[in-house]
């Protein structure tokens, strides 16, 4: 097997918000061509920061996606949607956790507008879009 630099930095996340590698992990999900493995363990990084560097990534796998679309961390959402175009499923579960920055991105202005189409159940009519006007 072929060891790359960022190898070792990914395989222990560390400390949590406390790692030294944190950065150079953030790099790597940034900059480098990852294999998926080391993709899904950086995906469930303790340090918000990879998670989004992870997220800006293009391209990224499906599973990836969809890993990240359950992130807590309103600020890995927001940069999800920016990049990548999300199914229908993804963009409702982006939109529950209702954080002001996130709706912008995905496109809607106003967050009561978002309330109401997130209870009435909105689909995006065009599945896989993420900018997609209710």
């Known amino acids: 097997?072929?060891?790359?630099?960022?190898?070792?930095?990914?395989?222990?996340?560390?400390?949590?918000?406390?790692?030294?590698?944190?950065?150079?992990?953030?790099?790597?999900?940034?900059?480098?061509?990852?294999?998926?493995?080391?993709?899904?363990?950086?995906?469930?990084?303790?340090?918000?920061?990879?998670?989004?560097?992870?997220?800006?990534?293009?391209?990224?796998?499906?599973?990836?996606?969809?890993?990240?679309?359950?992130?807590?961390?309103p600020r890995v959402l927001a940069t999800l949607a920016e990049h990548h175009a999300l199914t229908g499923e993804q963009h409702t579960r982006l939109l529950q956790c209702l954080d002001p920055a996130v709706c912008r991105v995905l496109g809607h202005a106003d967050m009561a507008a978002v309330l109401e189409q997130y209870t009435a159940g909105w689909q995006p009519d065009r599945p896989g879009k993420h900018r997609g006007r209710p």
Do not use: F, K
């Not at 989004?52 to 679309?69: F, G, K, T």
């Open 1 to 73: 097997m072929v060891m790359h630099w960022y190898d070792e930095y990914c395989s222990h996340p560390g400390q949590g918000a406390y790692s030294p590698y944190a950065p150079v992990r953030a790099l790597a999900a940034r900059t480098q061509p990852l294999p998926l493995r080391t993709q899904m363990r950086l995906a469930h990084d303790p340090i918000p920061a990879v998670r989004q560097a992870l997220a800006a990534h293009d391209p990224l796998p499906a599973p990836v996606i969809d890993e990240l679309s359950w992130d807590p961390n």
